[in-house]
Structures are given as structure tokens and as C-alpha cells.
């Protein structure tokens, strides 16, 4: 009644019902919200913002457009509809091949009808972080920044696969954006990784010099990107949130699954019950991520409710029941446990007793708060549980769990593959069924045949997808064994890791042979000239001329000879301006050897310079400027330069 009598008021002001669904009321004398549109005129034609008196209705606007995976190419919003067939149920394959690295395969299909949209989403980026290189002492360069435009190049692959509910928009945005978060974390951390070390953040340059602080705890390349990886998550979570609010359709939730190709190293991060597995021939297939659901994390969730009862109200309970109590039961004897239990006790029931458990349900039909079977993912901000205001979302997280696979310390074979799918595809298919999937369809390409080689990683995913959508068959979809097939989105990527091996070995061993991360505290000499141009940073040496190799240009060896008199020139005035007493006089055939050299204070190493003759005249030491040491720990190390 209160609703068609608000339908009523608004029809004589002359605003359509239907538009107000949508339409967000702003009085004249608030602010209007943030990232909102209100058109100037405030015209009564506008379909942005009328005006009813001295408040004006305005209507969010879409930042994401609803669409399928780039790489997919469906040009237009009917090949869109199309692909959106719940009888026919579309496999969806990438028309292009060369839209993906490596022949990787890619395949889709929309659900039987449980939702109007296919909620699964993927993406895939290559990207390169550029890092300057940064001499880490003054005396090669100026205090306005590095002497030249050189840069390290670190390129990585990113893949990426979403999974929604309650509608696409969470995964359209996390399709859209989590890759550029993540590419703005890397940057952030570019200097260590490509070994230039904390120096180049320090503040030792010009006059304002100081002292770093340095933690204890090793810090190694791989915890810095899986820190970017889980900030990155984080950080999508707060923007979906915060655009839920300001736009249209940035609603529900969605789990996530990356793998990161970087570094000769694979990063596989997991926030939901989708799911990467390694697949290798003769092997069981390795599964690369857990899947968090209600039944995985029931003890978190538990712990969780029984730390803060207040996100339970008085419908539900922390305490988990060998049998769900009944009313008849009051008063008697149940097994229970608590959030902080792992086994079972005694209690006398109370009515308390008779309220949900936090955690609803077993297996695959467990539910947090009776609602939701996933428990990491991003947003779900607004979701409340059944018939209540009792919002879910302080249970769920967006920290993904990574793990990480070292190509270096894997005996990688030319068929080693990783899967990636939603659980549409693990629902009905075992990992090893996966695998036997896979490796039949790989079989039927023979690698003399060149033309039809490059598509079997695409028929790979397309028979994964088709074995777990299965066939309409008596009005159900059924597999081939007659089971039930599954009714939900399934997306699959089929990623073959031996061409990024092959790919990244050369930078690996060009970057370990020019900056080795090791730092045993035993004394490594580099011997460099015009001809050699390699160089060793094992963490306490500083890399005063040579950069490398696969960042420098095909330069002759009078280029080189060059730049190598420019850095002398460069130190020769330095060394005349703040040691005026010494002899000035140098030649191209002195020689160069800079050590880290042991200090009385744990966090600070002292330079020393020593200048060698090689016509014999002797050898001459100079102390240069205190630097930070990279570690707490004493330790020395040296380089030769000529």
C-alpha cells in the first residue's frame, strides 16, 4: 500500500517509477556524492537528474560495461547475446590465437540458466616494469638523478580469472583493474627487484646524508611480490566498495584466481573456490591453490564469531553441534565445540543453542551465515544474510593465499601444463581427470604436425569445458557417464609454462650472473673492461659502472671505452674537489677497486677506493663516504673495475 501511494506522488511530480529505482536523492543543500553525474540545466527532459523541489534525483552512471574477455574479440553486444545461450550453451574459444602468449588455450561457456549473464570473467596482460638504473654512489653521479636514460627491463605475464555471484559487476571490475593494481605494486618494488638494492631510495645523495634503517628479517625478491600481490587484493576489495557506491552495477562478488609469470617464476594467487593445477605426463596433477570455502575455513570463521558475537545478532551462534539441537533438547546433555575447540565437550542445552551455526551445512553445502558458500573473494559489501540485516561481509577476506613455483628448481618438460579454471569446471571434474583430459587432447596434435600444433592447447580447453558442461540429454544437462553435468559458468585457461622456461632463462641467468642474490659475506672479485661487460651485486656490492647485458644497446667497444673514461672523468673531479691535497694525476691505465669494508656500526658500511697503478708505481687507498649497508650483518665484498 505505502509503495503504490509513493507510486502515486511521484507519477504527479513527474517522475517515472521506473527511473527512481535506480536514482540515487540528493538534497540541494548536501554535497553531492562523489563520481556522481547531475546534468547542469537540471532539465525535466534530462535523462541524467530531475529536479522535485529543492532536491535533485540523479542516476548513477556504469563504469563497466558488461562484456566477455578481450582476447575473445566479440565485436558486437549480439555476439554477446548470442554467446549468452542457456539452451545451446556455447563453447566460446579466442578467435585469434596470437591475443595470448605460448598457443595458451582459453574456453567458456554461460550456465544453464541460473543467471541472466555469464558471471565469469578472465583477462590476461603482459607488462614490463622499467627501472632506472641508479649508481649507488655519488661519485658516478649527480645529485639531480642517474648519469643516463638506461633502464632494466623486468617483463611479466599476468592471467587472471574471476568468478561472480550475485551478479558480474564485481568480476567485470576486478577484470578491468586488478592487473593495473598489481602493475603499480611491482613498480613500487622494481628496484629490488632488479637488485639496485635500498641505496637507490636512500637519502645518502648530495648533502642529505643519513642513515637507513633496516629490519632484521631477510628480505627476499619473492616475499616482495607476493606483499604487492596480496596489497594489490586488498586494494581492489576498497575500490569495488567504494564504486559500488558512486556507479551502477559495480555490485555482488566474485573469487579470484592470478598466476604471475615473472622472474622465471610462477605466482599463483588464490581468494576463492576457483582453482590452478599443475598438470605434468606420468605424474598426479598438483594441485596450486586450495579453495576456501565455509567447509575449508570453518575454523577461522568460527574463531571469528566467537571474538566478536556482535556480528551474529540473535540468529546465530559460534558453537558448532554433533547434531543440531532441537527444542526437545533443552535441558539435556549435547555435544558441542567453540570457535576456539578442536575437539568435543559436554554443555546442557539452552535456548541459545537452537540458533544457527555460524557455519551452516557440510562439504559442498556448507554456508557462512546460511548464505554464501565462499569465503575469500572481493566485494559481497552489502550482503546481508537470509531474512535478516546481519551482514556477511566481516567474515569474508581478500587476502589471497600464494604460492610459488620456481622454473629453476623444476624439471620442466615440454608438456607441462597449468590449468586454470572457475568451479564450474572442478565441480564435476577431479584434477586428475583433468590432466588425463588434457594430455589425450594433447596427444592428438603430433609436434611434426607445425600448422595444427599451435591449437592444441585451445582444443585442450575446449574439451575440458565440453566434458564438464556435458549434453542436454532428458531435459538435464548429463556428462558422458550419464552424471550430472554442471549447471554453472565454466571458464578454463590451459597455460604451457616450457616456453616462458625457455623465455625467461636467458634474463634469469643474465640477471643472477650480473646481480647475484646471495650474500654469504665471502669476498667476490669482478674483473671488467672494454671486452667484459658483466658484473656481480650479491647484496653488499654496489655496481659503480657496469650494467647488464640485457639492458645494454649494441654498443662497440669504443662505446664502451668511452663511457667507462666519462664515469673516471666523473670521479676524478670528485675526489679533486673534496681531497684537494692528494695527487690528482690519472690515467686510463689505472685500475679501480671499490670494497664495502667492515664498521663499527652494524647499519652503516665504509667505502674505501683503492687506485692502482699498473705501470707499478704502487697503490694508493682513499676512504670514501659512509653508505648504508644493505643487512644489519658486518660483511665485505669488493669489485674491480678498470
Request: with cysteine; charged share 25%; aromatic share 8%.
Amino acid at each position: 500500500m505505502i509503495s503504490r501511494f509513493k507510486n502515486v506522488i511521484l507519477h504527479a511530480a513527474g517522475v517515472d517509477n521506473a527511473f527512481t529505482s535506480n536514482t540515487v536523492i540528493a538534497s540541494s543543500s548536501s554535497p553531492r556524492p562523489e563520481n556522481s553525474t547531475i546534468n547542469a540545466g537540471n532539465s525535466p527532459r534530462s535523462p541524467q537528474s530531475r529536479r522535485r523541489g529543492s532536491e535533485v534525483l540523479y542516476k548513477k552512471t556504469i563504469k563497466y560495461e558488461y562484456t566477455r574477455p578481450a582476447f575473445l574479440k566479440l565485436m558486437s553486444q549480439d555476439e554477446i547475446q548470442v554467446s549468452a545461450d542457456h539452451m545451446v550453451r556455447p563453447i566460446l574459444v579466442p578467435r585469434d590465437i596470437s591475443c595470448l602468449p605460448w598457443s595458451t588455450g582459453y574456453a567458456e561457456t554461460i550456465n544453464s540458466g541460473k543467471s541472466k549473464k555469464n558471471e565469469d570473467q578472465a583477462s590476461f596482460h603482459y607488462g614490463v616494469i622499467k627501472v632506472p638504473v641508479v649508481n649507488c654512489l655519488d661519485s658516478f653521479t649527480s645529485q639531480d638523478g642517474p648519469i643516463d636514460d638506461s633502464t632494466i627491463d623486468i617483463p611479466y605475464y599476468y592471467f587472471g580469472m574471476f568468478d561472480g555471484h550475485a551478479g558480474p559487476g564485481a568480476a567485470v571490475a576486478a577484470a578491468a583493474q586488478l592487473h593495473l593494481i598489481i602493475h603499480e605494486k611491482l613498480i613500487e618494488i622494481g628496484h629490488h627487484l632488479a637488485n639496485q638494492g635500498a641505496f637507490c631510495e636512500s637519502s645518502v645523495r648530495g648533502k642529505n646524508k643519513g642513515i637507513l634503517w633496516f629490519p632484521q628479517t631477510s628480505i627476499t625478491n619473492d616475499s616482495l611480490i607476493v606483499g604487492a600481490l596480496e596489497a594489490a587484493f586488498e586494494q581492489m576489495d576498497a575500490q569495488i566498495e567504494r564504486e559500488n557506491k558512486s556507479y551502477e552495477g559495480v555490485n555482488g562478488g566474485c573469487t579470484v584466481v592470478v598466476c604471475l609469470f615473472i622472474l622465471g617464476k610462477i605466482f599463483i594467487a588464490n581468494a576463492g573456490d576457483s582453482r590452478a593445477i599443475l598438470c605434468r605426463r606420468n605424474y598426479e596433477a598438483l594441485q596450486l591453490s586450495e579453495d576456501f570455502t565455509p567447509e575449508s575455513e570453518r575454523t577461522r570463521v568460527r574463531q571469528l564469531a566467537e571474538e566478536n558475537p556482535q556480528f551474529l545478532g540473535s540468529e546465530f551462534t559460534a558453537l558448532e553441534y554433533a547434531r543440531r539441537p532441537v527444542r526437545r533438547d533443552i535441558g539435556t546433555r549435547i555435544l558441542y565445540r567453540g570457535g576456539h575447540m578442536t575437539g568435543w565437550a559436554y554443555k546442557i542445552a539452552t535456548e541459545e543453542d537452537l540458533r544457527f551455526p555460524v557455519v551452516f551445512g557440510y562439504g559442498k553445502r556448507s554456508r557462512v551465515l546460511a548464505t554464501i558458500g565462499v569465503t575469500r573473494g572481493f566485494g559481497d559489501h552489502e550482503l546481508t544474510a537470509h531474512g535478516s540485516s546481519i551482514r556477511i561481509k566481516p567474515f569474508l577476506k581478500s587476502q589471497p593465499e600464494v604460492r610459488i613455483i620456481d622454473l629453476k628448481e623444476l624439471s620442466c618438460r615440454e608438456d607441462d601444463v597449468i590449468i586454470m579454471g572457475t568451479d564450474g569446471l572442478w565441480d564435476v571434474t577431479p584434477n586428475n581427470t583433468a590432466a588425463s583430459l588434457l594430455f589425450n587432447t594433447i596427444d592428438q596434435y603430433p609436434a611434426t604436425d607445425e600448422i595444427r600444433l599451435k591449437y592444441r592447447y585451445i582444443s585442450a580447453a575446449q574439451d575440458l569445458v565440453m566434458h564438464a558442461r556435458g549434453k542436454f540429454t532428458d531435459r538435464n544437462w548429463k556428462m558422458s557417464d550419464g552424471s550430472a553435468a554442471t549447471i554453472d559458468d565454466i571458464s578454463v585457461f590451459v597455460i604451457p609454462i616450457w616456453p616462458y622456461k625457455i623465455e625467461a632463462t636467458k634474463l634469469v641467468e643474465v640477471t643472477e650472473s650480473s646481480h647475484s642474490m646471495e650474500s654469504n659475506g665471502v669476498e667476490t672479485h669482478s674483473d671488467v673492461n672494454a671486452n667484459d661487460n658483466s658484473s656481480v651485486l650479491n647484496g653488499e656490492e654496489i655496481d659503480l659502472l657496469v650494467r647488464p647485458v640485457s639492458v645494454l644497446p649494441q654498443s662497440s667497444n669504443s662505446d664502451l671505452t668511452q663511457r667507462n673514461n666519462e664515469y673516471r672523468s666523473k670521479f676524478e673531479k670528485r675526489r679533486r674537489k673534496e681531497t684537494p691535497g692528494l695527487d690528482q694525476t690519472m690515467t686510463t691505465n689505472q685500475t679501480y677497486k671499490v670494497n664495502i669494508l667492515e664498521s663499527s656500526q652494524s647499519d652503516i658500511a665504509v667505502t674505501e677506493v683503492e687506485v692502482t697503478s699498473s705501470n707499478g708505481n704502487g697503490t694508493r687507498k682513499e676512504l670514501g663516504e659512509n653508505i648504508p649497508s644493505i643487512q644489519n650483518e658486518k660483511s665485505t665484498g669488493s669489485k674491480v673495475i678498470d
